[in-house]
């Protein structure tokens, strides 16, 4: 097999929002060659809905970028509080391996609580979370991945965190994302 580049990625991130009085999210796709920016993607997903894969898909589908991306980056596995990604329907629908990155291992213990007892389609979205099993840690990160393997997904994150644990793609998204929702950037992705 030949080895994969993944030279064209794109990465999610959402802005920050009032999970109480905010209907939606803005998410934002940083689109990368290499270690350039080449575009911009945005959307908005609702807040602890449902919609995310189908709008990261859209996003992705209807872009100028399309044909050129190999490679999904996410910036944990739901956007918009609790509104769950499916990465292997994300993955089958755009035919590009995905893979979430994050700084630390999930709290999965409050994570199913919080679903199970208080979001609406909390079963269905904690078996997405399940499905996928824990995040592994990789090159100073955890993952969860589908599509690409472990030694892939490693050379993936020590070409593209150049700046921080977190790859360039993610951390540009979560840049512009702030920027959106606060009118300016601030923390670390």
């Known amino acids: 097999m030949a080895r994969r580049k993944f030279s064209h990625v794109v990465g999610f991130d959402d802005g920050s929002f009032d999970k109480y009085g905010q209907a939606t999210v803005p998410v934002v796709g940083a689109v ?20 995310a894969t189908r709008v990261l898909t859209e996003m992705v589908a209807s872009s ?11 910036q944990g596995i739901a956007l918009g509080g609790f509104n769950v990604i499916d990465l292997h329907g994300l993955h089958e629908s755009l035919g590009l391996p995905v893979m979430v990155v994050a700084r630390r291992q999930p709290r999965l213990d409050r994570i199913r609580r919080a679903l199970l ?8 979205k904690w078996a997405l979370i399940e499905k996928l099993g824990p995040m592994e840690p ?3 990160v955890y993952v969860q991945r589908v599509g690409l393997t472990r030694e892939e997904a490693e050379r993936v994150i020590r070409r593209l965190a150049v ?14 994302a702030g920027g959106i929702a606060r009118g300016q950037s601030r923390g670390r992705p």
Do not use: M
């Not at 100028?64 to 996410?74: G, M, R, T």
């Not at 700046?163 to 512009?176: K, S, V």
């Open 138 to 140: 990789v090159a100073g």
């Open 163 to 176: 700046n921080a644990n977190i790859p360039e793609p993610l951390r540009t998204a979560h840049l512009i």
């Open 117 to 124: 007892t208080r979001v609406p389609g909390g079963v269905r």
């Open 64 to 74: 100028k970028f399309a044909a050129q991306l190999q490679l999904v980056l996410l």
């Open 32 to 51: 990368f060659s290499g270690l350039r920016l080449e575009g911009v993607l945005c959307g908005r997903v609702r807040t602890d809905g449902a919609n």
